[in-house]
């Protein structure tokens, strides 16, 4: 996945593992990982990727779950970059901030 980051100027500078990242590796970005810090934590069409609700891919699922939950204690912001057609980058970019859910 790394390959990927020359493609588009808003992905240069993300954390892009090698393959698919998982979900251990996000909770570990994101655990120390600075202010602005960005990680890509999919590239596809990632409804398309989950699969249908019935069915969803179990790691594609988790990392989106993560990302999520990450979003809704504010510790991160989530933005897409279309790389090409069929081809988005979903981006988790850390806040320096965060706030427990409760």
Known sequence: MAHLQALHPC??????PPEYPTVGAFHQWLANARAGSVFAYH???LAKDRGPEEARAPEVE???RAAWEA????EVELTQARVRDGLTAYLATKTG???LLG
């Not at 979003?71 to 504010?74: A, C, I, S, T």
Request: with cysteine; proline share 0%; charged share 40%.
């Open 11 to 16: 992905i240069r500078d993300a954390v892009c």
């Open 43 to 45: 590239f596809g069409l």
């Open 62 to 64: 988790g990392r989106a």
């Open 71 to 74: 979003y809704e204690r504010r």
């Open 97 to 99: 901030r965060g706030r």
